[in-house]
Structure formats: structure tokens, C-alpha cells
């Protein structure tokens, strides 16, 4: 880094410092997306040269690739038409641990609430997760978000109700009960698994028929230097104390939450304020984009202890390193792609519902004959047909 570029990134660095509000940040947007832009220098972000030619039309060229490039090129804001100044309102209000919706940014920024839509899910992606280690005694545990019956809309009710063979003739059965209840809305929760060090966390969405198994792979990709974790005692961690990682269990139903110096009552602090944030902020968020949520989520719990100034430069870095993010990778974004697909149910009366038009945007899922078929399932069916 040249001495001009550091005098550079001081200037508006201590700005920043000096002047912490929204305003100073729209009016000097251009400068702070420069200074955070190459915060480690102007380089490549192709093949990582620093020997670049600087053009009069602001473009660049590198001496190694032979690549014109510009600000924005392979990072999140490539050939994006939002200005500028709209990315930094979006990035500060998040550094600031500001619940960001699309609807009020859109009020605020005077553009469409589908562009700031994109724009916060672009944010969201580029804060993954997936290379945080973490070491130590992990407190690890799994949460069910959603799917509370009083939170559920009358139509969906009684589409839960129908399809669980609670619903007859226009009225609820009269022997259905609150257990049934619970397993008919069962499917409608969205399960997250929590890893919590002290200092980080780690929270990943998993799919509804989850397993051992999927628990171990997650344990295994976010921990390093392990020592112990601390769960409960459900049987989902069998496959982990196989490992020879020493697991202490904890009985939650005697409200037994430390044992031998170790606690679990950190993940379940996490899973507090999770739970606070999904009901009052992002009321009913879509299976699709739960893992987004719960990045951003944990990025504000892992930089709780740093300025403003330090997440907004975080974030920046995140959103310039993860590469290229377009509309297509947001409308196609599938956290569940990375856990191992189950083999289709097998059942006998399956060919008339075939030839149906399912509206799979209203329905969910499909029970036949007490067993539960989602549009996956139907699609292998009709592959296994062909």
C-alpha cells in the first residue's frame, strides 16, 4: 500500500470516527466506498496483481491478467444500478445492528422495495458462515423456529387441518388434541442447529428429517482446536461421541443446565435473543431464505464487541471477497443443497396424485395414506416413471 493511499484511508477513516451518522455517510459515499473498497490496496480482484494501470474513465487494467476492471467488478455490486450512496445506507444501518427491513429502506431511499430486497439479500449472502472455526468447550443445541399455531393464518390452519386429517365436514373434529396439533404443524417449523464458543456462535438451518448424521458434518466443517462439547441428551449426538470427542450431556427436562463446571447455558441465551428477533423483526421469514437470516444474525453477534466503524469495514470486506452475487444466484439460493438428499418414500397409490396439477406455491406438502409427500418426493416419482 502506497503512502497517498494511507493518508487517503486515514482521512476518511478518522471522518468516520469523528462524525458517526447516516448523513456524513450519504454525502461522502464515494470516498468511504474507495477507502473500503481497496482497503488493502488497489489490486487485481481477478488474479490479485498490484500492478495496475488507472485509466481516465475511472476503469483499471492489470499488468499480469491484462484485465480492465472497475470498483465493483467480482464483488456483490457488479453492474448493479444502485447507486452508490444506497449500498452504504444499506451496509451502515446493518454495522449498526439495526434490524434493515426492504420495505422501510425502500421508503428511506426513494427507490423500489424489490431493488432493496436484493440488495439486503446480497449483503446477507455475502456474511456466510461457512469459515468460522470455532474452539474450546462448544455448547451445541437445536431449535425450532416458527410454526406457532396463534402466529398461523386462518387459511393455512385449515389447509393443516385437512391435510392431518383434523378437518371434517367444514368443522375441527372433535378428538383432536394439542399433541395432534403439534405434530401436524411439525412440518411448517424450520429446525436451526447452534454451536456457541463463548465468543462466537455458528447457527446453520437444517432440513426437517434431520439426523445424527447431518449434526456430525456440521460439527466437523466449524470446529477446530475442540476440546468438549456440551449438549443435552438427545440421542442426535451419538454419531459425534463415536469421534472420540467427549460429549457431557445435560438433562433439560430436570432443568439440569451445568454439570461439572461446563454450562449449555450459552447456546440457549443465543437461542433467546434468536427467537426475539425472527417474532419482532423478521416476522415470518420463508424456509427459502432462513439461512440468510441467521447470517446476518450471527454476524452481529460475533462483532458485538466492535465499533460501528469495524463492522461497517467487515462487512464491506465480506461483500468485496465473496465474489460475484447476480439476482439469478439470489432467485436460486438452496441452503439445503449441501446436506445429503433422502431416498423417495415408497408407496402403492401414488399414480393417481401424478397426473394432478398440484399448486405446489400454496401447498406444501401432500399426506396419502398417513405418509407426508413434498414436491421433491413427486418429482422423483415421475423420474423414476419415465
Given at each position: 500500500?502506497?503512502?497517498?493511499?494511507?493518508?487517503?484511508?486515514?482521512?476518511?477513516?478518522?471522518?468516520?470516527?469523528?462524525?458517526?451518522?447516516?448523513?456524513?455517510?450519504?454525502?461522502?459515499?464515494?470516498?468511504?466506498?474507495?477507502?473500503?473498497?481497496?482497503?488493502?490496496?488497489?489490486?487485481?480482484?481477478?488474479?490479485?496483481?498490484k500492478?495496475?494501470?488507472?485509466?481516465?474513465?475511472?476503469?483499471y487494467?492489470?499488468?499480469?491478467?491484462?484485465?480492465r476492471?472497475?470498483?465493483?467488478?467480482n464483488?456483490?455490486?457488479?453492474?448493479?444500478?444502485?447507486?452508490?450512496?444506497?449500498w452504504?445506507?444499506?451496509f451502515y444501518?446493518m454495522?449498526?445492528?439495526k434490524?434493515?427491513?426492504?420495505?422501510?429502506?425502500?421508503?428511506?431511499?426513494?427507490?423500489?422495495?424489490?431493488?432493496?430486497?436484493?440488495?439486503?439479500?446480497?449483503?446477507?449472502?455475502?456474511?456466510?458462515?461457512?469459515?468460522?472455526?470455532?474452539?474450546?468447550?462448544?455448547a451445541?443445541?437445536e431449535?425450532?423456529?416458527?410454526?406457532?399455531?396463534?402466529?398461523?393464518?386462518?387459511?393455512k390452519?385449515?389447509?393443516?387441518?385437512?391435510r392431518?386429517?383434523?378437518?371434517?365436514?367444514?368443522?375441527?373434529?372433535?378428538t383432536?388434541?394439542?399433541?395432534?396439533?403439534?405434530?401436524?404443524?411439525?412440518?411448517?417449523?424450520?429446525?436451526?442447529?447452534?454451536?456457541?464458543?463463548?465468543?462466537?456462535?455458528?447457527?446453520?438451518?437444517?432440513?426437517?428429517?434431520?439426523?445424527?448424521?447431518?449434526?456430525?458434518?456440521?460439527?466437523?466443517?466449524?470446529?477446530?482446536?475442540?476440546?468438549?462439547?456440551?449438549?443435552?441428551?438427545?440421542?442426535l449426538?451419538?454419531?459425534i461421541?463415536?469421534?472420540?470427542?467427549?460429549?457431557?450431556?445435560?438433562?433439560?427436562?430436570?432443568?439440569?443446565f451445568?454439570?461439572?463446571?461446563?454450562?449449555?447455558?450459552?447456546?440457549?441465551?443465543?437461542?433467546?435473543?434468536?427467537?426475539?428477533?425472527?417474532?419482532?423483526?423478521?416476522?415470518?421469514?420463508?424456509?427459502?431464505?432462513?439461512?440468510l437470516?441467521?447470517?446476518?444474525?450471527?454476524?452481529?453477534?460475533?462483532?458485538?464487541?466492535?465499533?460501528?466503524?469495524?463492522?461497517?469495514?467487515?462487512?464491506?470486506?465480506?461483500c468485496?471477497?465473496?465474489?460475484?452475487?447476480?439476482?439469478?444466484?439470489?432467485?436460486?439460493?438452496?441452503?439445503?443443497?449441501?446436506?445429503r438428499?433422502?431416498?423417495?418414500?415408497?408407496?402403492?397409490?401414488?399414480d393417481?396424485?401424478?397426473e394432478?396439477?398440484?399448486?405446489?406455491?400454496?401447498?406444501?406438502?401432500?399426506?396419502?395414506?398417513?405418509?407426508?409427500?413434498?414436491?421433491?418426493?413427486?418429482?422423483?416419482?415421475?423420474?423414476?416413471?419415465?
Amino acid at each position: 500500500m502506497d503512502k497517498t493511499h494511507k493518508i487517503h484511508e486515514k482521512k476518511y477513516i478518522d471522518l468516520a470516527l469523528e462524525k458517526d451518522n447516516l448523513i456524513h455517510i450519504i454525502l461522502h459515499a464515494q470516498e468511504f466506498f474507495d477507502t473500503l473498497r481497496w482497503f488493502d490496496g488497489l489490486t487485481c480482484p481477478y488474479c490479485g496483481e498490484k500492478h495496475i494501470w488507472k485509466f481516465k474513465d475511472g476503469t483499471y487494467r492489470c499488468s499480469h491478467c491484462r484485465k480492465r476492471f472497475t470498483d465493483t467488478s467480482n464483488t456483490i455490486f457488479h453492474a448493479t444500478k444502485i447507486p452508490k450512496s444506497h449500498w452504504m445506507v444499506g451496509f451502515y444501518l446493518m454495522a449498526m445492528g439495526k434490524n434493515v427491513a426492504s420495505e422501510e429502506l425502500s421508503r428511506f431511499l426513494g427507490t423500489t422495495q424489490k431493488s432493496c430486497w436484493y440488495m439486503l439479500h446480497k449483503i446477507r449472502m455475502a456474511l456466510d458462515t461457512s469459515n468460522i472455526a470455532l474452539e474450546g468447550n462448544i455448547a451445541v443445541d437445536e431449535v425450532y423456529l416458527g410454526g406457532k399455531w396463534s402466529s398461523i393464518i386462518t387459511p393455512k390452519r385449515i389447509d393443516i387441518l385437512k391435510r392431518n386429517g383434523l378437518w371434517y365436514e367444514g368443522q375441527v373434529k372433535r378428538t383432536w388434541s394439542k399433541r395432534n396439533i403439534k405434530r401436524a404443524i411439525a412440518a411448517y417449523k424450520q429446525p436451526v442447529y447452534g454451536m456457541n464458543d463463548g465468543k462466537r456462535i455458528v447457527l446453520t438451518a437444517v432440513p426437517n428429517q434431520f439426523d445424527s448424521k447431518d449434526l456430525l458434518q456440521l460439527t466437523l466443517e466449524h470446529t477446530g482446536n475442540i476440546e468438549r462439547l456440551i449438549s443435552d441428551q438427545s440421542k442426535l449426538y451419538t454419531e459425534i461421541a463415536k469421534t472420540g470427542i467427549e460429549v457431557v450431556q445435560m438433562n433439560h427436562s430436570k432443568r439440569e443446565f451445568s454439570k461439572d463446571g461446563f454450562s449449555s447455558n450459552r447456546i440457549e441465551g443465543t437461542f433467546s435473543h434468536l427467537k426475539r428477533r425472527i417474532r419482532t423483526q423478521n416476522v415470518r421469514p420463508t424456509k427459502k431464505y432462513m439461512q440468510l437470516y441467521l447470517n446476518e444474525f450471527c454476524f452481529r453477534w460475533n462483532n458485538r464487541d466492535n465499533t460501528t466503524q469495524e463492522r461497517l469495514i467487515n462487512i464491506m470486506r465480506s461483500c468485496c471477497s465473496v465474489g460475484k452475487i447476480t439476482r439469478k444466484d439470489v432467485d436460486e439460493y438452496n441452503w439445503s443443497s449441501r446436506f445429503r438428499q433422502r431416498p423417495p418414500k415408497k408407496i402403492d397409490c401414488i399414480d393417481d396424485w401424478l397426473e394432478k396439477d398440484i399448486d405446489w406455491g400454496v401447498v406444501h406438502s401432500i399426506t396419502i395414506d398417513g405418509v407426508e409427500y413434498t414436491k421433491q418426493d413427486f418429482s422423483d416419482f415421475k423420474d423414476l416413471g419415465e
